[in-house]
């Protein structure tokens, strides 16, 4: 691994990054990876409850009176996806299902919320998606409709990472204030409300907690709602800006991943009496991976220094590196797998576990195709007149 991680010597970084690198190794070191366990929600917890020991998850859920750090973030989001996939997705959706609540929330809402998920003893979750609106956010029809000193809720939300057993969902519903995204507003719910059933857990193609929700006259009180009535679709992409970087990040880790186990595999596996590693066209297709790896590292840390030094909230460069590290991803294990041949497809290989859990960092918090949207609006903008 310490190919991969003598990069953190790039100008993006300050000391105290580099003193978080080695105790993300550390941490990593003191947990193996296990794809398969007796009971994964007890797994998940037990992950969350360590990462918070180690004073990770303050990373992605601050103490009250500081500020993100991205690179740290992404650092982060790297080491662990690099180790183990699993352990990224509960440490990013502790930030992910609170960054709406600590911006946006009242004194009260952080104060119950934020410490617990900061502890890792309080597994929160966002739910957004819906059977019939991923990547449409705004077409949405899960409704909040206002009864009295509260809310009603009703609808269904599908693919919703750490359902089952999240304490808290940060919950986007229509609440009707005006057409398409300002009609929506962002609540806090907590798991045992009535009204709120989960279904069964959705089997994705790579380790990973989710299932969906159902919400039937489900009650909440108005003062768990986030933020002020409109301003849902606001708190939900303010988590995404900060986090879609550090997806690009996760991709970065998973490729780099991939990478050392090619390595390892073409320099001691022969191929026409000679190691693979003296063929050229195996040459060729690791300067690939490599390349690919560091220009999407550069489009991952270059928007998280932007983000923290220049304070920089646009999506440009936060879409960019998502784009850029979840499709790199892709391709560097497609270019394993293909160097691995058929040991690449085997069930129970690592490459075939990395190409699976590689595959849906193009979709989640964002497709690739939105990303490429938001990308050329923001290019065109200065071009076209003004609606």
């Given at each position: 691994?310490?190919?991969?991680?003598?990069?953190?010597?790039?100008?993006?970084?300050?000391?105290?990054?580099?003193?978080?690198?080695?105790?993300a190794l550390d941490?990593?070191?003191?947990?193996?990876?296990?794809?398969?366990?007796?009971?994964?929600f007890a797994h998940?917890?037990?992950?969350?409850?360590?990462?918070?020991?180690?004073?990770?998850?303050?990373?992605?859920?601050?103490?009250?009176?500081?500020?993100?750090?991205l690179r740290a973030i992404?650092?982060?989001?790297?080491?662990?996806?690099?180790?183990?996939?699993?352990?990224?997705?509960?440490?990013?959706?502790?930030?992910?299902?609170?960054?709406?609540?600590?911006?946006?929330?009242?004194?009260?809402?952080?104060?119950?919320?934020?410490?617990?998920?900061?502890?890792?003893?309080?597994i929160a979750a966002l739910a957004l998606t819906e059977p019939a609106s991923g990547s449409d956010v705004a077409n949405m029809t899960t409704s909040a409709v206002k009864d009295g000193t509260g809310y009603v809720v009703n609808g269904d939300k599908t693919l919703i990472t750490n359902a089952g057993?999240?304490?808290?969902?940060?919950?986007?519903?229509?609440?009707?204030?005006?057409?398409?995204?300002r009609g929506l507003s962002a609540f806090v719910i907590d798991a045992e409300t009535p009204g709120l059933t989960v279904g069964p857990p959705i089997h994705f193609i790579a380790p990973h907690p989710g299932a969906a929700l159902h919400f039937s006259d489900c009650r909440i009180s108005a003062d768990q709602m986030v933020g002020v009535p409109g301003q849902g679709f606001k708190v939900a992409m303010g988590a995404l800006d900060i986090f879609r970087p550090s997806?690009?990040?996760?991709?970065?880790?998973?490729?780099?991943?991939?990478?050392?186990?090619?390595?390892?595999?073409?320099?001691?596996?022969h191929l026409f009496g000679k190691p693979m590693a003296e063929l050229q066209a195996v040459q060729m297709a690791l300067a690939d991976m490599a390349t690919d790896i560091d220009l999407a590292a550069l489009s991952v840390y270059r928007a998280a220094w932007e983000r923290d030094h220049l304070g920089a909230r646009g999506s440009y460069a936060a879409s960019m590196a998502k784009l850029a590290g979840s499709e790199a991803a892709g391709r560097v294990v497609d270019r394993a797998v293909q160097l691995f041949g058929g040991m690449g497809v085997t069930q129970g290989n690592l490459i075939e576990q990395l190409y699976r859990e590689a595959r849906p960092m193009?979709?989640?918090?964002?497709?690739?195709?939105?990303?490429?949207?938001?990308i050329a609006r923001a290019l065109l903008a200065p071009w076209l007149p003004k609606a």
């Open positions: 691994m310490a190919a991969g991680w003598t990069l953190w010597n790039w100008p993006f970084f300050d000391p105290s990054h580099h003193s978080l690198a080695e105790q941490w990593n070191a003191g947990h193996p990876a296990h794809d398969e366990v007796a009971d994964e998940c917890r037990a992950i969350a409850r360590d990462l918070g020991d180690a004073g990770l998850l303050r990373h992605v859920v601050p103490e009250e009176g500081s500020d993100y750090d992404c650092l982060l989001r790297e080491a662990l996806t690099y180790h183990h996939a699993l352990h990224d997705v509960i440490f990013s959706m502790q930030g992910i299902g609170t960054l709406g609540i600590r911006k946006f929330g009242s004194e009260l809402l952080r104060a119950k919320y934020l410490g617990p998920c900061r502890d890792g003893r309080h057993f999240a304490d808290h969902y940060l919950l986007i519903a229509r609440t009707g204030e005006a057409p398409g995204s997806v690009g990040a996760a991709g970065v880790g998973l490729a780099r991943r991939a990478l050392d186990e090619t390595m390892g595999r073409v320099t001691t596996r193009r979709i989640y918090e964002g497709a690739s195709e939105v990303q490429k949207l938001i």
